[in-house]
């Protein structure tokens, strides 16, 4: 079946750091993949996403790449503010055999003044 | 817009008691689904719904009943509240035109069975 893997949080940056939280994921075929975004308190935000290999999905300064060779879908900033605290949901799209996004397990940043 | 809503936000139950999240949107959306969220964990799809009428289970449906009697509600019952449904509990939405249009998810409902 479908699957995402995600580093493991949390991830603490000092302001401006560069941010990188690596995604991989098992499908078959090609799959769409997905960043979304949960800020405290609430629900999750579509930040990103690519649908096919070798697109580049960007938004709000984030970007991440879609490789279909490694199947991965790391998502990178290149200097994080302290309101980029959240947590970050990888997923999946991989119909027709399913309805549904596969999502990992979730990566929480912290980003520190 | 509203965009996808969701009452209540904060819910204690006890063992055994039965209760009903509510989901709506305004978007004249034709997908809406139920997801929870346990502690440090990514969503699990509960239940889903391509158009009012029709509903299909997810990864993790025992313990909980859907309907949609319309286009814009989509409510979850919880009929005997275990500890095991403590939980976060998200709803969201899509059009359903394509495979990759968005997801909008509600605020979502925290849970707890005592």
């Known amino acids: 079946g479908n699957s995402v893997t995600q580093m493991e949080g949390p991830v603490t940056l000092s302001e401006e750091a560069f941010l990188t939280i690596n995604c991989t994921y098992t499908?078959?075929?090609?799959?769409?993949l997905f960043w979304y975004v949960q800020y405290p308190g609430e629900g999750l935000q579509l930040l990103l996403k690519?649908?096919?290999?070798?697109d580049k999905g960007s938004n709000k300064g984030f970007e991440a790449t879609y490789r279909k060779e490694t199947t991965s879908f790391h998502l990178e900033k290149g200097s994080v503010q302290v309101s980029d605290s959240a947590v970050y949901f990888c997923?999946?799209?991989?119909?027709?055999?399913?309805?549904?996004?596969?999502f990992g397990g979730g990566t929480r940043l912290m980003v520190k003044p | 817009n509203a965009g996808v809503t969701q009452t209540p936000k904060f819910r204690i139950l006890k063992i055994g008691q039965s209760m009903t999240l509510q989901c709506a949107q305004d978007?004249?959306?034709?997908?809406m689904y139920w997801y929870r969220q346990d502690p440090g964990m990514g969503l699990k799809l509960i239940y889903y719904?391509?158009?009012?009428?029709?509903?299909d289970k997810g990864e993790v449906p025992n313990g909980y009943n859907v309907s949609r009697s319309t286009t814009e509600d989509f409510p979850l019952r919880l009929e005997l509240a275990a500890p095991s449904q403590t939980s976060v509990y998200f709803c969201?939405?899509?059009?359903?035109?394509?495979?990759?249009?968005?997801?909008?998810f509600g605020p979502g409902t925290r849970l707890t069975v005592l």
């Open positions: 969201a939405s899509r059009l359903g035109q394509g495979n990759t249009d968005t997801q909008y």
């Open positions: 499908a078959t075929g090609y799959p769409s």
């Open positions: 690519a649908t096919k290999a070798d």
């Open positions: 997923a999946l799209w991989r119909p027709p055999q399913g309805n549904m996004l596969t």
């Open positions: 978007m004249n959306h034709n997908y």
């Open positions: 719904s391509v158009g009012a009428g029709i509903t």
